[in-house]
């Protein structure tokens, strides 16, 4: 079974810091590696994704997440946060011959502060 | 291009009620998925049609849901009769192909009281 764990439920961080979201999956098979961002009052929007390839992702707005094997881990980051950027942020993971068939972290809401 | 339209935004029923939510994928996407996320939790799959056949619905919580596409199109999602531990909110994705990204509606909020 696949399983993901994002730690950190609340993220509160001043603008223009560096962030870091965690994210740990547990899975006996290979996996693809994503991270979805939610605005308020909006729907899921795909942030970077890890197929394979280089172990460094970047993504939209910024973002990058670096894929560890050997820790399980897949942590997003952003070196310098905006205002815009508070949204509620979901590591997923999906098994490569099923693609959008989704195991979500509970999330992370990113509360940036000026 | 319009996007995956999800209708009603918000839902409050009753206990014993039944609701049927509604999701409009992107046109031309044969896959649509269904996922909710109840009380703050994850966000947990629930089925998958490609076109109008269910492809995948092992996340089905139990036979008081019941999930349609007719003709391949839209999507709806039958609750009956409701819950209060269905309260929560359902998303809906859609994509071209089983290999290529999904993109979501902005979920329909469900409130069982």
Same mark, same amino acid.
């Given at each position: 079974?696949?399983?993901?764990?994002?730690?950190?439920?609340?993220v509160p961080v001043f603008e223009e810091a560096p962030v870091e979201l965690?994210?740990?999956y547990s899975s006996s098979v290979s996996v693809y590696l994503f991270w979805y961002?939610?605005?308020?009052?909006?729907g899921l929007q795909l942030l970077l994704k890890y197929l394979s390839g280089s172990t460094l992702v970047k993504g939209i707005n910024g973002f990058e997440a670096e894929f560890n094997k050997s820790q399980t881990s897949f942590h997003l980051r952003k070196p310098s946060v905006h205002i815009s950027d508070t949204a509620e942020y979901f590591c997923a993971v999906s098994l490569t011959y099923n693609?959008?068939?989704f195991y979500f972290g509970s999330g992370t809401k990113l509360n940036v502060k000026p | 291009e319009a996007g995956v339209t999800q209708f009603p935004s918000h839902s409050v029923i009753e206990k014993g009620q039944t609701v049927t939510l509604r999701?409009?994928?992107?046109?031309?996407h044969d896959n649509l998925y269904w996922y909710r996320r109840v009380m703050g939790k994850e966000i947990k799959f629930l089925l998958h049609f490609v076109k109008e056949s269910k492809q995948d619905e092992s996340g089905m919580p139990n036979?008081? !849901?019941? #999930?349609?596409? *007719?003709?391949? *199109?839209y999507s709806t999602l039958k609750v009956q009769p409701a819950e209060l531990e269905?309260?929560?909110?359902? !998303?809906? #994705?859609?994509?071209?192909?089983m290999n290529t990204e999904a993109f979501f509606g902005q979920g329909t909020r469900l409130t069982v009281v």
């Open positions: 079974a696949q399983s993901v764990t994002q730690l950190d439920s609340q965690r994210c740990n961002v939610q605005y308020p009052n909006q693609f959008n068939k | 999701c409009d994928p992107i046109s031309g036979n008081r !849901f019941l #999930a349609e596409r *007719t003709g391949g *199109t269905d309260s929560g909110v359902y !998303f809906c #994705a859609s994509s071209e192909q």
